[in-house]
């Protein structure tokens, strides 16, 4: 499976961005897509997964970033709003399927105070 993310970039504080992330390769089925992020210093943390039935999130995101699957098959984009300074980071796209897991190559994200 590869995943190929798109959409970083610089944005000022309270801005938005879209990130997007699709799946290619050979695989029956993903059981869930989702994004991670790693900041300068510190670990690779959640943001946000979903699946055919729910969707989870990382409290520092809740009601300022949207996870959705998009129409075209295996893809997942992340609508990130009023984005903040501690929002800055390298998102990875991440991937779920019956054969393992897998990583896109990141895309990164600032945000200027």
């Known amino acids: 499976v590869q995943l190929q993310a798109s959409g970083g970039g610089l944005v000022q504080a309270g801005g938005s961005l879209r990130l997007s992330c699709a799946a290619s390769?050979?695989?029956?089925?993903?059981?869930?897509m989702g994004w991670y992020r790693q900041a300068p210093g510190k670990e690779r943390e959640l943001v946000a997964t979903?699946?055919?039935?729910?969707?989870n999130y990382a409290e520092s995101v809740k009601g300022r970033f949207t996870i959705s699957r998009g129409t075209v098959k295996d893809t997942v984009y992340l609508q990130m709003n009023s984005l903040k300074p501690e929002d800055t980071a390298v998102y990875y796209c991440?991937?779920?399927?019956?054969?393992?897991?897998?990583w896109g190559q990141g895309t990164q994200v600032t945000v200027s105070s």
């Open positions: 991440k991937a779920g399927a019956s054969n393992g897991i897998y």
């Open positions: 979903t699946t055919s039935s729910s969707t």
């Open positions: 390769g050979r695989y029956f089925r993903l059981n869930f």
